[in-house]
């Protein structure tokens, strides 16, 4: 279980603390009756904030079930920005109700629910599933993917899984999502990225080519073997920004193993997330390194990584670090 990025506090302990958390410019809300160190919350990212604000509902309500986001965020899943909303499951029938930004889904067929340490959750697998259904189709295909690499298991798997057991709302996103869901995609930023590369036009890549050379076995992300063009979609954490020393490091060291990867192709590209969700830059870093479209580009598809309903902040969809 992912823990709480912040120190939680409940609004009954202000009696033991001495502390007024409501009138204390310390002190930050982060739901109604649950409190935290205002420099730590500050200083958390978008997806950081919601995890705190799931543990939050977690200490008010003891041995709920949490469900999509929620769940994804407590299993450490992807989550994009700040979804907008706590979800639960309440296996007693009855409607779906939503309390400010606590929404209770009612389901007459159980989830698979795990123990994660004093919470609960639905399980990996129809935790990712049922974010394929509701998320843009490239973010699903990136929780998929995640889940996939966390359980050991393919997507073929899952499918058999799941046959018969999938209701029709987002059946057609799932199965477009597990046709190309694989834990050989080891980031975020490069499931997001082969999602944008098929709907740009360009041939599918290899994942996850070794290139060997003396002394070193180099993994690509991406690599297209009829035009010998490797493709590295970069990521967030690649470097620590908190140390000069050890970022500068890490530059010289990539540097030295891109020129190792260029010696042995006749192309090279390499893309952030800022390029991938643009797509446009994506698709010149492609186009230099050697590589021509095979069909026409998907614009709706490609007008989706725009489009995330479930976020409070469209523009902060980094992937987790």
Known sequence: MQSSPVPLTLASDEAFGGVRFRTDPGWVRVRRGVYAPRIAWEALSPWERYLARVHAVGAQHP????????????????????????HLIDDAGGKSRRYGDLVIHSTRRPPHAAALGTVWATGIRDTALGLARVLPPAYGLAVVDAGLRRVGETAATWRTLTQGHLGQRGKRRVQWVLDRATP????VGESVSRAVIEW???????LQVVFSSPGFEDRVDFFWRSVRAIGESDGFGKYDRGDVDATTRALVDEKRRE??????????????????????????????????????????????????????RHGETRPPV
């Open 63 to 86: 041995g709920v079930l949490f469900a999509f986001e929620s769940a994804a965020a407590l299993h450490g899943l992807p989550i994009f920005g700040e979804p907008r909303d706590v």
């Open 184 to 187: 050989r995609s080891e980031s």
């Open 200 to 206: 740009l036009g360009f041939p599918d890549p290899e």
């Open 259 to 312: 020129d190792r990867l260029r010696r042995q192709v006749d192309g090279f590209a390499r893309w952030d997330w800022a390029d991938t969700m643009r797509a446009d830059p994506l698709a010149a870093a492609l186009r230099a390194a050697g590589l021509d479209t095979i069909r026409a580009p998907h614009r709706a598809a490609l007008a989706t990584l725009r489009h995330h309903p479930r976020s409070w």
